[in-house]
């Protein structure tokens, strides 16, 4: 069963960094990307970009290019995002998601990890 | 990047009633579309993908349609465990984008 547990709650001050994670189990983490979505307070669905675990290169929407950084760690088959000089808009949920199979057709988010909700406030 | 234009923003229908919402893509998605139900403090959920596919263990009043720019999520006999929110994704081209979504409420 493909399983994607995200980190808990965080509670940062303006200016500061936060890192995120996403531990994949059930699955061969290296073969598929891992997404990234934002969803601010009662908003829709932004996507931040995506990961190949594999070799570590990364697509950024471009406005998350100097907001986010994804890395992947293979031997914890863990995920992270690293949200940069946090603001209040930046106070959201985030989710990591994995899409169905590795085929270019077939790229619809069928497992989501649970969110993290991050707030910025001082 | 392709836009999703995703209506109505809310929606308010009785038990047992039919509902659609509708997708437009700023250009042709080729089918590439899902559609995912998402309640309160809870992760998206898949219902549709490739416009028309019901994912596993989705009950069947639900069905998407459409093709090339326009594309309508359908929602037969309303069930209380509908109340949610749904997205529309195009993941024909990257980046990959959301409708706005919809909220739906029991009238």
């Known amino acids: 069963e493909v399983q994607l547990q995200q980190s808990g709650p965080e509670l940062q001050r303006p200016g500061a960094s936060v890192k995120l994670s996403c531990k994949a189990s059930g699955y061969t983490f290296t073969e598929y990307y891992m997404y990234w979505v934002k969803q601010r307070p009662k908003q829709g669905l932004e996507l931040i970009g995506r990961?190949?675990?594999?070799?570590?290169?990364?697509d950024y929407v471009e406005k998350f290019k100097n907001k986010a950084t994804l890395t992947a760690d293979t031997s914890s088959n863990t995920a992270y995002m690293q949200l940069s000089s946090l603001t209040s808009e930046d106070t959201a949920t985030y989710f990591c998601a994995r899409a169905y199979s590795i085929y270019i057709l077939e790229i619809w988010f069928a497992y989501w990890g649970q969110g993290t909700l991050v707030t910025v406030s001082s | 990047d392709i836009q999703m234009t995703q209506s109505p923003a809310s929606l308010s229908a009785s038990l047992g009633e039919t509902v659609t919402i509708e997708c437009r893509a700023s250009?042709?998605?080729?089918?590439?579309l899902a559609w995912y139900q998402q309640k309160p403090g809870k992760s998206p959920q898949l219902l549709i993908y490739n416009a028309n596919s019901l994912h596993t263990g989705v009950p069947s009043r639900f069905s998407g349609s459409g093709s090339g720019t326009q594309y309508s999520l359908k929602i037969n006999s309303l069930q209380s465990e509908d109340v949610a929110s749904y997205f529309c994704?195009?993941?024909?081209?990257?980046?990959?984008?959301f409708g706005a979504g919809t909220k739906l409420e029991l009238k």
């Open positions: 994704q195009q993941y024909y081209d990257y980046p990959y984008t």
């Open positions: 990961i190949d675990p594999e070799d570590g290169s990364t």
């Open positions: 250009e042709d998605i080729y089918n590439g």
